[in-house]
C-alpha cells in the first residue's frame, strides 16, 4: 500500500518557524511529485508548494512564496517544508500528497494527486 505521512505540525507564535516532514511508506519516493497543502476550516484545500521527481522544478503559491522552502532527500525517502515567517492566516492542517508521472511534472491541484497522508494541524497564534 502507497501512503505518505506527515510529521512536523504544532504551536507556533507569528514570526516563527516550523518545519514539516513527508515520509514514504510502501514506495520510492524517487519516482513521484509531491505536493503540499492546506486546507482551513470552512475553506477549500490549496497547493502550497511542490517539487518535481528530480527537485528540479519548484512551484509555490504566492502567499508563500519568500517564506516556504520545499526540499527533498530521496535517500531519507522524505520531502520537507520549511516554514518561516508564519503568520496567523497559515493557521489550517497540512497535507502532503504523491503522485508518478513523467519526470517533470508538477501540480498545485489538489484533484491531481492521487496518495494522501492524514495531515498535520499548524496553529499560528500567540
Known amino acids: 500500500q502507497v501512503y505518505v505521512v506527515e510529521s512536523g505540525g504544532g504551536l507556533v507564535q507569528p514570526g516563527g518557524s516550523l518545519r514539516l516532514s513527508c515520509a514514504a511508506s510502501g514506495f520510492t519516493l524517487d519516482y513521484y511529485t509531491i505536493g503540499w497543502f492546506r486546507q482551513a476550516p470552512g475553506k477549500e484545500r490549496e497547493g502550497i508548494s511542490c517539487?518535481?521527481?528530480?527537485?528540479?522544478?519548484?512551484k509555490y503559491r504566492d502567499s508563500v512564496k519568500g517564506r516556504f522552502t520545499i526540499s527533498r532527500d530521496n535517500a531519507k525517502n522524505t520531502v520537507y517544508l520549511q516554514m518561516n515567517t508564519l503568520r496567523p492566516e497559515d493557521t489550517a492542517v497540512y497535507y502532503c500528497a504523491a503522485r508518478s508521472l513523467y519526470g517533470g511534472w508538477t501540480s498545485l491541484n489538489p484533484a491531481d494527486y492521487s496518495s494522501w497522508g492524514q495531515g498535520t494541524q499548524v496553529t499560528v497564534s500567540s
Open positions: 517539487i518535481s521527481r528530480s527537485g528540479f522544478i519548484i
